[in-house]
């Protein structure tokens, strides 16, 4: 078992940048594939980025150039760096786990989530 927990959502103004953090616990979790996704009301929850377990990492195409992920070298907390934030970035943001290898950009393909972590941006 896998428990998630994100943090570093806030509001911020149009232009400005946020860290969430998805911190991990359970077992063999530096094997595991993860996913950032969002969801804004009335929407289907959108893939944001990707990091597999050996460091490969991979971005939505609405947010490359301004968002990054990455994952801290004991493999216990990925990272979602975004900069140059917009109104259109306004949701919650959860992070996801697969095992190893079985990264993909669709949300049903994960095992553990968040809770989420809200972010919004005013204009």
């Known amino acids: 078992q896998v428990r998630l927990v994100e943090s570093g959502g806030g509001l911020v103004q149009a232009g400005g940048s946020l860290k969430l953090s998805c911190a991990a616990s359970?077992?063999?979790?530096?094997?595991?594939?993860m996913g950032w996704f969002r969801q804004a009301p009335g929407k289907e929850r959108e893939y944001v980025a990707g990091?597999?377990?050996?460091?490969?990492?991979y971005l939505g195409d609405s947010v490359k150039g301004r968002f990054t992920i990455s994952r801290d070298s004991a493999k216990v907390t990925v990272y979602l760096q975004m900069n140059n934030l917009n109104p259109e970035d306004t949701a919650v943001y959860y992070c996801a786990a697969t095992r190893a290898d079985n990264y993909s950009r669709a949300p049903n393909n994960y095992d553990f989530w968040g809770q989420g972590t809200q972010v919004t941006v005013s204009s």
């Open positions: 990091i597999k377990w050996s460091g490969i990492t």
């Open positions: 359970g077992r063999t979790f530096s094997t595991y594939d």
